[in-house]
T-cell receptor, first 114, second 112 residues
């Protein structure tokens, strides 16, 4: 069966510190992968998506970056966190070659930047 | 104007009531999703539909492509249905591979 993992579940970081959030998918090959952010009082916003290893597309300019070092691993990073980076970060996937299919979401990471 | 609008933003109901959540969108879409987000934050996909109606247990989702409108209905509501319900659309001509645009969600609270 297919599953998606994210860690850590919660994170409290000071402004200016680095960030690394990890997402892994099991049970499927070559999935499309997505990073979303949900800021307080706002809807989900797509940050990055990837259709393959090393292929990253950014939807909005920001302080964050993403990488896909392996087929089923998606990492969200920042060199220096800002207060505005606080939010709930969700990773999602669509099974390989089936762009029209539904997206499955990970459990999320709640990030608080102080 | 947001591309995806949901109403109401907040909804409180008594157990057993019939609930309707609405979603309107202003762009051409290839599919519409209804998602459920529990208090802990985890998101579950409820429906994906591009026409007509789908039913799963006590949940019913309908979409009218011409009117650019979808509704999510919950019959015989229960306190465990309390969650945020999110409408999301996939653009018909999306640059992103399967990109979704999300509404802000409807917070449902069902009282016993």
């Amino acid at each position: 069966s297919q599953t998606i993992h994210q860690w850590p579940a919660t994170l409290v970081q000071p402004v200016g510190s680095p960030l690394s959030l990890e997402c892994t998918v099991e049970g499927t090959s070559n999935p499309n992968l997505y990073w979303y952010r949900q800021a307080a009082g706002r809807g989900l916003q797509l940050l990055f998506y990837s259709v393959g290893i090393g292929q990253i597309s950014s939807e909005v300019p920001q302080n964050l970056s993403a990488s896909r070092p392996q087929d089923r691993q998606f990492i969200l990073s920042s060199k220096k966190l800002l207060l505005s980076d606080s939010g709930f970060y969700l990773c999602a996937y669509v099974s390989s070659g089936r762009i029209g299919d539904e997206q499955f979401f990970g459990p999320g990471t709640r990030l608080t930047v102080l | 104007k947001n591309e995806v609008e949901q109403s109401p933003q907040n909804l409180t109901a008594q157990e057993g009531e019939f609930i309707t959540i609405n979603c309107s969108y202003s762009v051409g879409i290839s599919a519409l999703h209804w998602l459920q987000q529990h208090p802990g934050g985890g998101i579950v996909s409820l429906f994906m539909l591009s026409s007509g109606k789908k039913k799963h247990g006590r949940l019913i989702a309908t979409i009218n492509i011409q009117e650019k409108h979808s509704s999510l209905h919950i019959t015989a509501s229960h306190p465990r249905d309390s969650a945020v319900y999110i409408c999301a659309v996939r653009l018909f001509h999306g640059g992103s591979q399967g990109n979704l645009i999300f509404g802000k969600g409807t917070k449902l609270s069902v009282k016993p």
